[in-house]
């Protein structure tokens, strides 16, 4: 099969992520690639369109990176026939105006207001999401009804939502309103864990949001816990550690979770009071996870030959160009392997890619094998054909 095509780039729109990322995305003449139609593919940040000198109306070479995601290679410059204008990334948010301001020594240029409507919708989504709150009902025309309308401010105003609210909303009614509510009310009796891992919390998905809920028994603690105390923790790094300590400090998030917990206690359910029984369901599984063998061949469901990555434990650092954190950590346990935050004797190889920091060092220090993105690609290419 053919994992790469030349199309025309018709134009490059922005979005914006859940923590005000805002991410470009280039709109293509739709082309077949691996048996699918490809007409979308992220271009990531503004370096990668300055890098790659990525131009509106090009002709574009476009390939599924791992067989999988579709991301722009280069641009055909033989064939530009005219003189196409330099893309400016924008300076400002485009759904709020708001300024926008690039992570200091990093890559992402943010929309720096958390009230943003669009962060607000993408923040609710993820909340509602099945990885998250598992809400189920609350769909992206729902949520975006729900914002635009002024119901929903943040996902804490989920909680506030009556039938009397939303049965009047586009494609709703008197029964679709209720069983919604009864999906929020459900979502109440998430643990701790699942809420942790909800927030929109940069560097935290469900996986540290159990290793988090493992060493803290409640919001109130993580809110003492310095990053020190934090980054001690296995598998939580620097990087992660000082994410966590921000949210628990920035002012907007400590208003959203005194919020939450609030809504949470005021529909009759306290978060303080099943936090321990959490902790201790989410530690008895990390000591489950923690007695299975790294090496062991029965540690993937699948064999090897559908698992290139079976029986590797790896460790993703620094910015990659091709993928964002949360895809290739995906395609990497989509393939068999298992992605961890902290380097050790154990660790089979680090992916390393721009600005790769501590972890780096340390797998030197250890003897841990480097790979760049490109290698990484070749390997997993190279086992599966």
């Not at 919390?201 to 469900?206: P, T, Y």
């Not at 950590?329 to 600005?355: H, M, N, P, Y």
């Amino acid at each position: 099969e053919k994992y790469e095509a030349t199309t025309r780039l018709k134009e490059i729109r922005v979005q914006v992520g859940k923590t005000g990322t805002i991410t470009p995305v280039a709109e293509l003449e739709p082309v077949e690639i691996a048996g699918t139609t490809v007409s979308r593919a992220s271009l990531h940040n503004a370096e990668e369109i300055e890098r790659k000198d990525i131009r509106v109306g090009d002709t574009v070479v476009v390939e599924k990176a791992g067989k999988i995601i579709p991301h722009v290679v280069r641009v055909e410059k033989h064939l530009r026939t005219s003189e196409l204008p330099q893309y400016v990334f924008p300076s400002h948010c485009p759904e709020c105006r708001s300024d926008l301001s690039k992570d200091e020594g990093g890559v992402y240029i943010r929309c720096t207001n958390p009230f943003c409507p669009a962060q607000v919708k993408e923040r609710v989504r993820f909340f509602a999401s099945r990885g998250a709150m598992d809400i189920q009902g609350l769909g992206d025309k729902l949520i975006d009804q729900l914002v635009d309308s002024g119901l929903v401010k943040s996902f804490t105003d989920l909680y506030r939502l009556r039938s009397e609210d939303v049965k009047n909303l586009e494609r709703m009614g008197q029964k679709s309103a209720e069983k919604l509510i009864a999906q929020i009310e459900k979502s109440k009796g998430n643990p701790f864990s699942k809420i942790l891992a909800a927030l929109s919390i940069r560097h935290v998905g469900s996986k540290t949001a159990k290793i988090l809920a493992a060493n803290f028994c409640s919001f109130s603690d993580l809110k003492r816990a310095t990053a020190d105390q934090l980054s001690a923790i296995d598998e939580i790094g620097p990087i992660i550690a000082q994410s966590v300590y921000d949210f628990f400090h920035e002012e907007h998030s400590v208003r959203l979770i005194n919020d939450l917990e609030s809504v949470l206690e005021d529909r009759g359910q306290r978060t303080e009071n099943r936090i321990e029984e959490n902790r201790r369901q989410t530690a008895d599984e990390r000591n489950l996870f923690s007695d299975i063998d790294d090496d062991s061949p029965n540690s993937s469901p699948l064999s090897p030959v559908l698992c290139p990555l079976s029986s590797n434990t790896i460790v993703v650092t620094g910015t990659l160009e091709k993928f964002k954190r949360h895809e290739i950590e995906e395609l990497i346990e989509r393939l068999g392997g298992k992605c961890t935050s902290s380097v050790s004797s154990k660790t089979s190889f680090v992916l390393a890619g721009a600005e790769a920091g501590s972890k780096l060092d340390k797998a030197k220090q250890l003897g841990v094998r480097v790979v760049s993105e490109d290698e990484f690609l070749e390997m997993i290419q190279s086992s599966e054909s």
